[in-house]
């Protein structure tokens, strides 16, 4: 079954700090990764998207990493600032005519 | 202004009565989607629509209907026979087809539905 596993669920850093979201997939075939940002109340917004030959990428504060291999994803924020608190989605496309896998999310939270 | 709009931005609904919600995109963008989103979980995919006049059912069709009678718009239909509707309802829409194999999906503001 095409799964897509997001750890933790949520997280609490302060203001500054640095964090990392993990991704874990179980999607065959496998075209390509997106990270969404989702504020609350509002659709979500990509950040990044990853095809299988690419390890990292990154997006100004944000860096994501792909594991084709294992099928891991992580997203690591830099220097948090207040605006990162939202929640993170992970997407992944089998390919094909466009239906996609979603994370159920992790809810970031940036504390002062 | 591109992009994707819903409407309204909160809808609330008796038990009974079939409510629409409204999708519109000026982005040309052949495909448009509809998801539900639940505490916890990540977004099921209810309708899509790969072209005018075509649509399919997603994996969670049962109680819902659209249409797709115009490029832009894809309206979405909650009707009385879906049994937990009260949910945040987002549309999106992408390039489509094998134009694009990134196939981003672009999402809208969202519709925040309330059961009373």
């Known amino acids: 079954k095409n799964q897509v596993e997001q750890s933790p669920q949520s997280l609490i850093i302060l203001e500054g700090k640095n964090c990392t979201l993990q991704?874990?997939?179980?999607?065959?075939?496998?075209?390509?990764l997106r990270w969404y940002k989702q504020d609350t109340g509002r659709g979500p917004v990509s950040l990044t998207i990853?095809?299988?030959?690419?390890n990292t990428k990154s997006n100004g504060r944000y860096t994501a990493t792909l594991d084709a291999d294992t099928k891991q994803s992580s997203l690591h924020i830099t220097a948090s600032q207040l605006s990162d608190s939202a929640s993170y989605i992970c997407?992944?496309?089998?390919?094909?005519?466009?239906?996609?896998?979603f994370g159920a999310g992790t809810r970031l939270a940036v504390h002062p | 202004d591109g992009g994707i709009t819903q409407s309204p931005k909160y809808l609330f609904r008796k038990e009974g009565q079939n409510v629409t919600l409204s999708c519109e995109q000026n982005l040309n963008h052949d495909a448009m989607y509809w998801y539900r989103q639940d505490p916890g979980q990540g977004l099921r995919l209810i309708y899509y629509?790969?072209?005018?006049?075509?649509?399919q059912k997603g994996d969670i069709a049962e109680g819902y209907s659209v249409s797709r009678e115009k490029k832009e718009s894809f309206p979405l239909t909650v009707t009385s026979a879906q049994k937990n509707p009260t949910a945040f309802y987002l549309c999106a829409s992408s390039i489509g087809g094998k134009r694009s194999s990134y196939n981003e999906q672009f999402f809208g503001p969202g519709t925040r539905l309330t059961v009373l």
């Open positions: 990853m095809t299988f030959s690419e």
């Open positions: 991704c874990n997939y179980t999607v065959s075939p496998f075209s390509n």
């Open positions: 997407v992944v496309n089998p390919g094909g005519y466009n239906k996609l896998i």
């Open positions: 629509s790969q072209i005018v006049n075509d649509f």
